[in-house]
Each structure stands twice: as C-alpha cells, then as structure tokens.
C-alpha cells in the first residue's frame, strides 16, 4: 500500500522538497497557511489538509521543515497539533536544527504520540532541488530505514547518526564550526582590507587555496562578506543560540568554537562585542 507523506512548512526549504517528493511519485498531504504556496504544490500533484490535526490524521509519514523550536511546539502540541492527532503507527521526520528537548517534549505529550526522528539537513534550496541535500537522521534505526527512501527524493546523503538526538548534536557542531568559519572569513576580509587586497580577489584566490573553506565559498559566491551576513546572518544566529542552549543543558562548554563564534567581527549572538 502506498504510504501518505504530510508535509507541514512548505517554506524556502520546504516547497521544493515537496516538488520532489511529487516528482519521485509520492502521494503527499500539504498543510499551509498561504495562499500561493497552496497553489503552487496543488499544481505539482499535492493534496491539500485543511488543518494540522487532519494532515497528522492522513499522515503515514508526517514531514516538519519548520524555523524554529517555538514554531515546532506551536504546531505540534495541544489537541489540535500534529502530535495528539497522528495516525496510529506513524513516523514523525523533524527537519528543524533545534534541540533534543523539544522534540523529547513533543514525544512525552502524548501516549499516542509517533516515532520522532531528529533529521536536520546540511545544505540550499539548490542542494533539494538537484536531490543531494544532506540529512542526517537520529532515533530507532527501524523506523530511520523506514524513512530513508522517502527522503531520498531529495537527499543524498541520508545519514544515520544512532540514537534520537544525535543528529542535532552532530549538526550543530557542524554549525558552530560553520559560524566560526565565516567568522575566520570576515576577520581575513578586514585583513585584507587593512593591506589593501580588493576582498573579491581574496575571495576568489582562497577558492583555490589551502584557506579555502566552505563558509569562504558561500562568501563568494553570494557576493561578499557584506551579502553573506545579510543573507545567512539571521539562520547563523538561530543556530549559535540553539548550540548554546543544549551546550548549557549538557553542562559543556563550547570552548575554543565559542569563542571564536563570540569574538569575531560578524555579529552572530546577542551581546557579541
């Protein structure tokens, strides 16, 4: 029997992993709450919920690409959240980089509640819609190959990482040494300034240089430092703060990553100097 895949934050992120969830022949339930977003997924073979609590009732498999922890819980908890109204035996997929807590308190509201799988993801809006988006994926190993071929539509790799919890671990270290990269980036680009170095042909010479680095590549290719604060500046500091948080709650100290993060130029966390 075909499974129904519930797809819930059909966002920047979101509306092209369900393009390719449709494009790879899977039947998917949309909730959304904007009109051009129902139109466009509607168009590429969607069906539409007209609640939260009747996409979680559909749902074989319930897909979330949401911002944050607080837009998790909004959605999630309550009698009309997708938690308490989830079809029997069902497998929740998070994509948010948020904390295990939340998703720990999402699966403690309800003895009905589904499997909860913690799959943060590595990559853009291009990455998803060329199928090769990183996701890492945490919790029972049964219901992570469950899941695996169904967010094979739009990722390669699908990473296991073991228990719940861990892929948000692995995937905020991978933040954090992110951020203090780009941080290494805008420290060299005011470096380069200071020598009187055009910072593009910095950018441009470290693409072929053992400086080169993932956050220096995206500095570039956006357009600069200035482009790539604008742009990845409020999605870096959600993630710095969401690393401090669970740093906090397991009493580990961040150390030289944090300190980097917190000293550099960018302004990536409140009461950054």
Do not use: W
């Not at 129902?38 to 539409?48: C, K, N, S």
Request: hydrophobic fraction near 45%.
């Amino acid at each position: 029997m075909t499974s129904t895949i519930g797809f819930i934050g059909a966002g920047r992120l979101g509306e092209p992993m369900v393009m390719r969830l449709l494009g790879a022949g899977h039947r998917v339930l949309v909730y959304s709450r904007r009109d051009e977003v129902r139109h466009r997924v509607t168009a590429g073979g969607a069906t539409l919920a007209g609640s939260v609590a009747e996409l979680a009732s559909r749902s074989d498999i319930l897909i979330s690409c949401l911002f944050s922890d607080a837009q998790l819980c909004e959605i999630g908890l309550g009698p009309d959240g997708f938690i308490a109204n989830a079809k029997p035996g069902s497998v929740f997929v998070s994509h948010t980089t948020g904390t295990v807590s939340t998703l720990e308190a999402l699966r403690d509201s309800s003895p009905s509640a589904p499997v909860i799988l913690d799959a943060p993801v590595s990559g853009t809006a291009e990455n998803i819609s060329a199928g090769t988006l990183t996701v890492l994926v945490g919790g029972p190993a049964d219901a992570v190959e469950r899941v695996t071929p169904v967010l094979a539509a739009y990722a390669d790799p699908v990473v296991p990482t073991g228990e719940l919890g861990s892929a948000l671990a692995i995937k905020l270290i991978n933040n954090l040494l992110f951020a203090a990269n780009a941080q290494l980036v805008a420290a060299a680009t005011q470096l380069g300034g200071k020598l009187n170095v055009d910072p593009d042909a910095l950018l441009s010479a470290l693409q072929v240089c053992s400086g080169r680095s993932s956050a220096a590549d995206h500095t570039h290719r956006i357009g600069g430092i200035d482009r790539f604060t604008e742009l990845a500046g409020p999605f870096l500091r959600k993630d710095v703060a969401a690393c401090r948080e669970a740093a906090a709650g397991a009493g580990v100290d961040l150390g030289l990553l944090g300190n980097v993060v917190h000293d550099g130029p960018l302004m990536l966390e409140d009461g950054a100097d």
